[in-house]
Protein backbone atom coordinates (compact mmCIF):
# COMPACT_ATOMS: atom_id res chain seq x y z
CA UNK A 1 0.00 0.00 0.00
CA UNK A 2 1.03 3.60 -0.99
CA UNK A 3 2.98 5.15 2.27
CA UNK A 4 1.01 8.58 1.87
CA UNK A 5 -2.45 6.91 1.53
CA UNK A 6 -1.84 5.26 5.00
CA UNK A 7 -2.93 8.42 6.93
CA UNK A 8 -5.84 8.96 4.48
CA UNK A 9 -6.76 5.58 5.42
CA UNK A 10 -6.74 6.14 9.27
CA UNK A 11 -8.98 9.67 8.40
CA UNK A 12 -11.60 7.75 6.84
CA UNK A 13 -12.20 4.62 9.20
CA UNK A 14 -12.44 6.95 11.65
CA UNK A 15 -16.09 7.78 9.77
CA UNK A 16 -17.43 4.32 10.00
CA UNK A 17 -16.36 4.10 13.63
CA UNK A 18 -18.40 7.41 14.68
CA UNK A 19 -21.64 6.43 12.92
CA UNK A 20 -21.53 3.21 14.69
CA UNK A 21 -21.36 4.54 18.10
CA UNK A 22 -23.61 7.31 17.19
CA UNK A 23 -26.35 4.30 16.83
CA UNK A 24 -25.50 1.57 18.26
CA UNK A 25 -24.11 2.49 21.72
CA UNK A 26 -27.65 3.63 22.65
CA UNK A 27 -28.83 0.63 22.69
CA UNK A 28 -28.14 -0.71 26.18
CA UNK A 29 -29.22 2.48 27.27
CA UNK A 30 -33.07 2.38 25.43
CA UNK A 31 -34.26 1.02 28.95
CA UNK A 32 -32.49 4.25 31.42
CA UNK A 33 -33.75 6.49 28.59
CA UNK A 34 -38.04 5.24 28.85
CA UNK A 35 -37.64 5.13 32.61
CA UNK A 36 -36.17 9.05 32.35
CA UNK A 37 -38.21 10.40 30.11
CA UNK A 38 -41.58 7.95 30.84
CA UNK A 39 -42.43 6.92 28.17
CA UNK A 40 -43.30 3.48 26.24
CA UNK A 41 -40.81 0.89 24.75
CA UNK A 42 -42.11 1.29 21.30
CA UNK A 43 -41.69 5.43 21.92
CA UNK A 44 -38.28 4.84 23.10
CA UNK A 45 -37.46 1.93 20.39
CA UNK A 46 -38.32 5.21 17.74
CA UNK A 47 -35.04 6.53 18.59
CA UNK A 48 -33.24 3.87 16.74
CA UNK A 49 -35.70 3.30 14.51
CA UNK A 50 -36.39 7.27 12.90
CA UNK A 51 -32.15 7.03 12.61
CA UNK A 52 -32.13 4.03 10.33
CA UNK A 53 -34.93 4.38 8.30
CA UNK A 54 -33.77 8.38 7.14
CA UNK A 55 -30.65 6.64 6.38
CA UNK A 56 -32.19 4.02 4.30
CA UNK A 57 -33.84 6.89 2.38
CA UNK A 58 -31.34 9.18 2.25
CA UNK A 59 -28.30 6.90 1.49
CA UNK A 60 -28.82 6.62 -2.49
CA UNK A 61 -29.17 10.24 -3.13
CA UNK A 62 -26.22 10.81 -0.96
CA UNK A 63 -24.12 8.42 -3.75
CA UNK A 64 -25.51 10.28 -6.23
CA UNK A 65 -24.29 13.95 -5.24
CA UNK A 66 -20.71 12.15 -3.98
CA UNK A 67 -20.62 10.93 -7.91
CA UNK A 68 -21.31 14.55 -9.07
CA UNK A 69 -19.98 16.77 -6.75
CA UNK A 70 -17.42 14.59 -5.38
CA UNK A 71 -16.93 12.90 -1.90
CA UNK A 72 -15.78 15.40 0.91
CA UNK A 73 -18.16 17.59 -0.45
CA UNK A 74 -20.90 15.14 0.62
CA UNK A 75 -18.89 13.47 3.41
CA UNK A 76 -17.79 16.53 5.23
CA UNK A 77 -21.13 18.41 5.97
CA UNK A 78 -22.62 15.37 6.78
CA UNK A 79 -20.95 14.44 9.42
CA UNK A 80 -21.08 17.95 10.82
CA UNK A 81 -25.02 17.80 10.71
CA UNK A 82 -24.11 13.89 12.43
CA UNK A 83 -22.66 15.91 14.66
CA UNK A 84 -25.02 18.84 15.35
CA UNK A 85 -27.95 15.97 16.03
CA UNK A 86 -26.09 14.71 19.17
CA UNK A 87 -26.03 18.41 20.28
CA UNK A 88 -29.58 18.81 19.62
CA UNK A 89 -30.63 15.35 21.46
CA UNK A 90 -28.52 15.92 24.17
CA UNK A 91 -29.29 19.63 24.65
CA UNK A 92 -33.09 18.36 24.60
CA UNK A 93 -32.56 16.03 27.47
CA UNK A 94 -30.41 18.45 29.63
CA UNK A 95 -32.23 21.19 29.15
CA UNK A 96 -36.01 20.26 28.41
CA UNK A 97 -38.74 19.21 31.08
CA UNK A 98 -39.94 17.17 27.89
CA UNK A 99 -37.06 16.77 25.71
CA UNK A 100 -38.83 13.25 23.66
CA UNK A 101 -39.55 14.84 20.29
CA UNK A 102 -36.44 17.10 20.49
CA UNK A 103 -34.63 13.87 20.88
CA UNK A 104 -36.49 12.32 17.81
CA UNK A 105 -35.71 15.28 15.54
CA UNK A 106 -31.57 15.05 16.65
CA UNK A 107 -31.93 11.53 15.49
CA UNK A 108 -33.21 12.26 12.20
CA UNK A 109 -30.54 14.32 12.03
CA UNK A 110 -28.04 12.34 12.51
CA UNK A 111 -29.61 9.46 10.02
CA UNK A 112 -29.19 12.23 7.92
CA UNK A 113 -25.72 13.11 8.40
CA UNK A 114 -24.98 9.30 8.65
CA UNK A 115 -26.68 8.43 5.02
CA UNK A 116 -24.06 11.08 3.41
CA UNK A 117 -21.11 10.01 5.25
CA UNK A 118 -20.40 6.53 6.02
CA UNK A 119 -21.55 4.99 2.85
CA UNK A 120 -19.67 7.29 1.00
CA UNK A 121 -16.22 5.88 2.60
CA UNK A 122 -16.04 2.91 -0.02
CA UNK A 123 -16.13 4.33 -2.97
CA UNK A 124 -13.81 7.00 -1.99
CA UNK A 125 -11.33 4.19 -1.72
CA UNK A 126 -12.24 2.95 -4.86
CA UNK A 127 -11.04 6.66 -5.94
CA UNK A 128 -7.79 7.10 -4.09
CA UNK A 129 -5.98 3.40 -5.40
CA UNK A 130 -4.93 2.10 -8.62
CA UNK A 131 -4.27 -1.54 -7.55
CA UNK A 132 -7.35 -4.05 -6.32
CA UNK A 133 -5.61 -5.42 -3.87
CA UNK A 134 -4.83 -1.81 -2.07
CA UNK A 135 -8.65 -1.53 -2.49
CA UNK A 136 -9.90 -4.66 -0.57
CA UNK A 137 -7.12 -3.96 1.78
CA UNK A 138 -8.64 -0.21 2.35
CA UNK A 139 -12.21 -1.84 2.74
CA UNK A 140 -11.07 -4.07 5.07
CA UNK A 141 -9.54 -1.80 7.08
CA UNK A 142 -12.58 0.31 6.99
CA UNK A 143 -14.94 -2.64 7.80
CA UNK A 144 -12.99 -3.14 10.57
CA UNK A 145 -13.32 0.05 11.61
CA UNK A 146 -16.92 -0.70 11.49
CA UNK A 147 -17.13 -3.51 13.07
CA UNK A 148 -14.90 -1.95 15.92
CA UNK A 149 -17.80 0.49 16.56
CA UNK A 150 -20.21 -2.19 17.35
CA UNK A 151 -17.46 -4.35 19.71
CA UNK A 152 -17.27 -1.07 21.56
CA UNK A 153 -20.85 1.10 21.35
CA UNK A 154 -22.55 -0.95 23.97
CA UNK A 155 -19.53 -0.67 26.47
CA UNK A 156 -19.28 2.80 25.84
CA UNK A 157 -22.88 3.31 26.08
CA UNK A 158 -23.32 1.75 29.54
CA UNK A 159 -20.56 3.00 31.26
CA UNK A 160 -21.48 6.68 29.83
CA UNK A 161 -25.04 6.02 31.06
CA UNK A 162 -23.94 5.11 34.16
CA UNK A 163 -22.51 8.63 34.81
CA UNK A 164 -25.37 10.91 33.30
CA UNK A 165 -28.28 9.03 31.22
CA UNK A 166 -28.03 11.66 28.55
CA UNK A 167 -23.91 11.92 27.97
CA UNK A 168 -24.19 9.52 25.26
CA UNK A 169 -25.81 12.03 23.18
CA UNK A 170 -22.86 14.50 23.64
CA UNK A 171 -20.38 12.02 23.31
CA UNK A 172 -21.70 11.99 19.00
CA UNK A 173 -20.28 15.41 18.45
CA UNK A 174 -17.30 14.83 19.92
CA UNK A 175 -16.02 12.14 18.26
CA UNK A 176 -17.83 14.08 14.77
CA UNK A 177 -15.61 16.94 15.35
CA UNK A 178 -12.87 14.81 15.30
CA UNK A 179 -13.46 12.94 12.23
CA UNK A 180 -14.07 16.15 10.27
CA UNK A 181 -10.93 17.40 11.56
CA UNK A 182 -9.25 14.24 9.92
CA UNK A 183 -11.09 14.20 7.09
CA UNK A 184 -10.36 17.70 6.10
CA UNK A 185 -6.22 17.85 6.64
CA UNK A 186 -5.82 14.14 6.10
CA UNK A 187 -7.71 12.71 3.15
CA UNK A 188 -6.77 13.72 -0.49
CA UNK A 189 -9.10 13.10 -2.98
CA UNK A 190 -8.59 12.09 -6.54
CA UNK A 191 -10.04 14.86 -9.04
CA UNK A 192 -12.69 14.40 -10.82
CA UNK A 193 -12.96 16.34 -14.15
CA UNK A 194 -15.89 18.07 -15.81
CA UNK A 195 -16.65 15.27 -18.27
CA UNK A 196 -16.81 12.56 -15.44
CA UNK A 197 -19.44 14.48 -13.99
CA UNK A 198 -23.00 13.25 -15.21
CA UNK A 199 -26.71 15.41 -15.51
CA UNK A 200 -29.13 13.24 -13.39
CA UNK A 201 -30.42 12.62 -16.34
CA UNK A 202 -27.69 10.92 -17.57
CA UNK A 203 -26.89 9.19 -14.06
CA UNK A 204 -30.73 7.58 -14.10
CA UNK A 205 -29.57 6.23 -17.52
CA UNK A 206 -26.29 4.59 -16.74
CA UNK A 207 -27.61 3.21 -13.54
CA UNK A 208 -30.02 1.53 -15.18
CA UNK A 209 -27.75 0.46 -17.58
CA UNK A 210 -25.60 -1.25 -14.88
CA UNK A 211 -28.54 -3.04 -13.64
CA UNK A 212 -29.45 -4.33 -17.07
CA UNK A 213 -25.73 -5.13 -17.40
CA UNK A 214 -24.65 -6.61 -13.86
CA UNK A 215 -28.03 -6.76 -12.07
CA UNK A 216 -27.71 -10.71 -11.68
CA UNK A 217 -24.14 -10.30 -9.27
CA UNK A 218 -25.70 -6.70 -8.10
CA UNK A 219 -28.74 -8.18 -6.56
CA UNK A 220 -26.85 -10.83 -4.66
CA UNK A 221 -24.34 -8.72 -3.32
CA UNK A 222 -27.37 -6.63 -2.01
CA UNK A 223 -29.08 -9.60 -0.42
CA UNK A 224 -26.36 -11.14 0.92
CA UNK A 225 -25.63 -7.81 3.06
CA UNK A 226 -29.01 -7.61 3.67
CA UNK A 227 -29.03 -11.46 5.13
CA UNK A 228 -25.62 -11.19 7.23
CA UNK A 229 -26.70 -7.71 8.90
CA UNK A 230 -30.48 -9.02 9.89
CA UNK A 231 -28.53 -12.26 10.96
CA UNK A 232 -25.96 -10.18 12.69
CA UNK A 233 -28.23 -7.62 14.46
CA UNK A 234 -31.32 -10.08 15.45
CA UNK A 235 -28.88 -12.66 17.23
CA UNK A 236 -26.95 -9.58 19.20
CA UNK A 237 -30.54 -8.48 19.96
CA UNK A 238 -31.55 -12.08 21.79
CA UNK A 239 -27.88 -12.53 23.06
CA UNK A 240 -28.87 -9.35 25.13
CA UNK A 241 -32.28 -10.19 26.41
CA UNK A 242 -30.74 -13.77 26.93
CA UNK A 243 -27.98 -12.56 29.06
CA UNK A 244 -30.54 -10.22 31.34
CA UNK A 245 -33.04 -12.79 31.96
CA UNK A 246 -31.62 -16.19 31.57
CA UNK A 247 -27.74 -15.45 33.10
CA UNK A 248 -28.70 -11.86 34.85
CA UNK A 249 -26.18 -10.24 33.26
CA UNK A 250 -26.87 -6.61 33.51
CA UNK A 251 -24.56 -3.33 32.52
CA UNK A 252 -21.15 -3.17 31.91
CA UNK A 253 -20.55 -6.75 31.70
CA UNK A 254 -23.41 -7.60 29.15
CA UNK A 255 -21.55 -5.40 27.07
CA UNK A 256 -18.33 -7.20 27.34
CA UNK A 257 -20.25 -10.60 26.46
CA UNK A 258 -21.83 -9.05 23.34
CA UNK A 259 -18.59 -7.66 22.15
CA UNK A 260 -16.57 -11.39 21.99
CA UNK A 261 -18.58 -12.22 19.27
CA UNK A 262 -18.16 -8.75 17.21
CA UNK A 263 -14.03 -8.92 18.47
CA UNK A 264 -14.01 -12.22 16.55
CA UNK A 265 -16.12 -10.85 13.63
CA UNK A 266 -13.71 -7.63 13.79
CA UNK A 267 -10.57 -9.56 13.67
CA UNK A 268 -11.47 -12.24 10.76
CA UNK A 269 -12.28 -9.07 8.73
CA UNK A 270 -9.20 -7.34 9.15
CA UNK A 271 -7.04 -10.26 8.14
CA UNK A 272 -9.86 -11.20 5.36
CA UNK A 273 -9.31 -7.70 3.70
CA UNK A 274 -5.77 -7.63 3.69
CA UNK A 275 -5.74 -11.34 1.87
CA UNK A 276 -8.13 -11.24 -0.95
CA UNK A 277 -6.38 -8.95 -3.32
CA UNK A 278 -8.02 -9.03 -6.61
CA UNK A 279 -8.97 -12.60 -7.07
CA UNK A 280 -12.82 -13.11 -7.69
CA UNK A 281 -12.90 -16.68 -7.22
CA UNK A 282 -11.03 -16.27 -4.07
CA UNK A 283 -13.53 -14.06 -2.70
CA UNK A 284 -16.90 -16.18 -3.85
CA UNK A 285 -15.42 -19.14 -1.76
CA UNK A 286 -14.65 -17.10 0.91
CA UNK A 287 -18.55 -15.63 1.52
CA UNK A 288 -19.18 -19.66 1.08
CA UNK A 289 -17.23 -20.66 3.64
CA UNK A 290 -18.03 -17.59 5.75
CA UNK A 291 -22.18 -18.03 5.21
CA UNK A 292 -21.56 -21.71 5.78
CA UNK A 293 -19.56 -21.38 8.83
CA UNK A 294 -22.48 -18.96 10.26
CA UNK A 295 -24.95 -22.10 9.26
CA UNK A 296 -22.98 -24.61 10.98
CA UNK A 297 -22.53 -22.18 14.63
CA UNK A 298 -26.59 -21.82 14.60
CA UNK A 299 -27.16 -25.56 14.04
CA UNK A 300 -25.10 -26.44 16.22
CA UNK A 301 -26.07 -24.17 19.20
CA UNK A 302 -29.43 -25.97 18.01
CA UNK A 303 -28.27 -29.06 19.34
CA UNK A 304 -26.34 -27.82 22.58
CA UNK A 305 -26.83 -24.25 23.82
CA UNK A 306 -25.27 -23.90 27.04
CA UNK A 307 -23.33 -20.84 28.01
CA UNK A 308 -19.61 -21.94 27.00
CA UNK A 309 -21.48 -23.47 24.01
CA UNK A 310 -23.43 -20.03 23.37
CA UNK A 311 -20.49 -17.83 23.25
CA UNK A 312 -18.30 -20.21 21.39
CA UNK A 313 -20.09 -20.70 18.51
CA UNK A 314 -21.56 -16.98 18.28
CA UNK A 315 -17.91 -16.48 18.25
CA UNK A 316 -17.60 -19.02 15.04
CA UNK A 317 -20.78 -16.73 13.80
CA UNK A 318 -18.48 -13.69 14.27
CA UNK A 319 -15.39 -15.10 12.39
CA UNK A 320 -17.86 -16.06 9.47
CA UNK A 321 -19.17 -12.60 8.92
CA UNK A 322 -15.70 -11.50 9.33
CA UNK A 323 -14.69 -12.89 6.59
CA UNK A 324 -17.30 -12.28 4.43
CA UNK A 325 -18.02 -8.80 4.73
CA UNK A 326 -14.77 -7.75 2.90
CA UNK A 327 -15.11 -9.77 0.12
CA UNK A 328 -18.78 -8.31 -0.65
CA UNK A 329 -16.97 -4.93 -0.24
CA UNK A 330 -14.31 -5.42 -2.32
CA UNK A 331 -16.58 -7.09 -5.42
CA UNK A 332 -19.22 -4.10 -5.34
CA UNK A 333 -16.29 -1.48 -4.99
CA UNK A 334 -14.31 -2.93 -7.58
CA UNK A 335 -16.46 -4.09 -9.94
CA UNK A 336 -18.27 -0.96 -10.86
CA UNK A 337 -16.67 1.86 -12.99
CA UNK A 338 -15.23 5.22 -10.86
CA UNK A 339 -18.29 7.04 -12.00
CA UNK A 340 -20.99 5.45 -10.71
CA UNK A 341 -19.36 3.70 -7.91
CA UNK A 342 -20.90 6.23 -4.94
CA UNK A 343 -24.58 5.85 -6.05
CA UNK A 344 -24.35 1.28 -6.21
CA UNK A 345 -22.41 1.19 -3.28
CA UNK A 346 -24.52 3.50 -1.29
CA UNK A 347 -27.52 1.36 -2.31
CA UNK A 348 -25.69 -1.35 -0.84
CA UNK A 349 -25.28 0.55 2.01
CA UNK A 350 -29.15 0.42 2.12
CA UNK A 351 -29.36 -2.83 1.94
CA UNK A 352 -27.39 -3.44 4.90
CA UNK A 353 -29.19 -0.97 6.77
CA UNK A 354 -32.49 -2.74 5.92
CA UNK A 355 -30.93 -5.98 7.58
CA UNK A 356 -29.90 -3.73 10.65
CA UNK A 357 -33.62 -2.02 11.08
CA UNK A 358 -35.48 -5.93 10.41
CA UNK A 359 -33.11 -7.59 12.72
CA UNK A 360 -34.09 -6.89 16.25
CA UNK A 361 -38.41 -6.42 15.75
CA UNK A 362 -38.46 -10.04 14.17
CA UNK A 363 -36.19 -11.63 16.15
CA UNK A 364 -37.94 -10.13 19.29
CA UNK A 365 -41.31 -12.07 17.80
CA UNK A 366 -39.32 -15.64 16.69
CA UNK A 367 -38.28 -15.49 20.65
CA UNK A 368 -41.87 -15.06 21.55
CA UNK A 369 -42.61 -17.82 19.47
CA UNK A 370 -40.08 -20.23 19.73
CA UNK A 371 -36.55 -20.15 21.23
CA UNK A 372 -35.28 -22.86 18.53
CA UNK A 373 -36.95 -21.25 16.24
CA UNK A 374 -34.00 -18.56 16.19
CA UNK A 375 -31.74 -21.18 15.44
CA UNK A 376 -33.39 -23.03 12.44
CA UNK A 377 -33.93 -18.74 11.24
CA UNK A 378 -30.25 -17.90 11.35
CA UNK A 379 -28.97 -21.40 9.75
CA UNK A 380 -31.98 -20.95 7.10
CA UNK A 381 -30.99 -17.24 5.90
CA UNK A 382 -27.37 -18.07 6.30
CA UNK A 383 -28.32 -21.11 4.07
CA UNK A 384 -29.69 -18.87 1.82
CA UNK A 385 -27.07 -16.76 1.57
CA UNK A 386 -24.98 -19.60 0.57
CA UNK A 387 -27.29 -20.38 -2.50
CA UNK A 388 -27.29 -16.83 -3.49
CA UNK A 389 -23.11 -16.93 -3.71
CA UNK A 390 -23.08 -20.62 -5.87
CA UNK A 391 -25.97 -19.48 -7.94
CA UNK A 392 -25.35 -16.32 -8.83
CA UNK A 393 -22.33 -14.53 -8.30
CA UNK A 394 -19.76 -16.49 -10.94
CA UNK A 395 -16.68 -15.14 -11.83
CA UNK A 396 -16.33 -15.65 -15.31
CA UNK A 397 -13.61 -17.72 -17.04
CA UNK A 398 -11.06 -14.52 -17.09
CA UNK A 399 -10.97 -13.98 -13.78
CA UNK A 400 -7.00 -14.37 -14.28
CA UNK A 401 -7.16 -10.78 -15.44
CA UNK A 402 -4.28 -9.10 -17.62
CA UNK A 403 -1.80 -8.24 -14.72
CA UNK A 404 -1.02 -4.95 -16.77
CA UNK A 405 -4.83 -3.65 -16.44
CA UNK A 406 -6.25 -1.79 -13.48
CA UNK A 407 -9.81 -3.05 -13.36
CA UNK A 408 -11.10 -5.81 -11.84
CA UNK A 409 -12.75 -8.17 -14.74
CA UNK A 410 -16.62 -7.96 -14.77
CA UNK A 411 -18.91 -10.94 -12.88
CA UNK A 412 -20.58 -12.99 -15.11
Not at 200 to 228: N, Y
Request: net charge positive.
Amino acid sequence: MEAGKKLDLLALSSVPLVMTLGNSMLIPVLPIISKKLNVSSFQVSLIITVYSIVAIILIPIAGYLSDRYGRKAVMVPCLIIAGLGGVVSGWASWKMEDPYTAILLGRVLQGIGSAGAAPVVMPLIGDMFKKDEEISAGLGLTETANTAGKVLSPIIGAALAAYIWYLPFWFIPFFSAISVLLVIFLVKVPKKSEKEKQSFSSFLRCVKKIFKQEGRWLFAIFTIGCIIMFVLFGILFYLSDMLEKQYNINGVKKGLVLAIPLLALSISSFFSGKKIGENQQLMKMIMIIGMGLVALSFIALRIQHSFVYLLSFLAVTGVGIGITLPSLDAMITEGIEKAERGTITSIYSSMRFIGVALGPPVYSYIMNVSEHMIYYISAGCSLLAVIVVILFIRPNKMSQKDPHSNHMPKLA
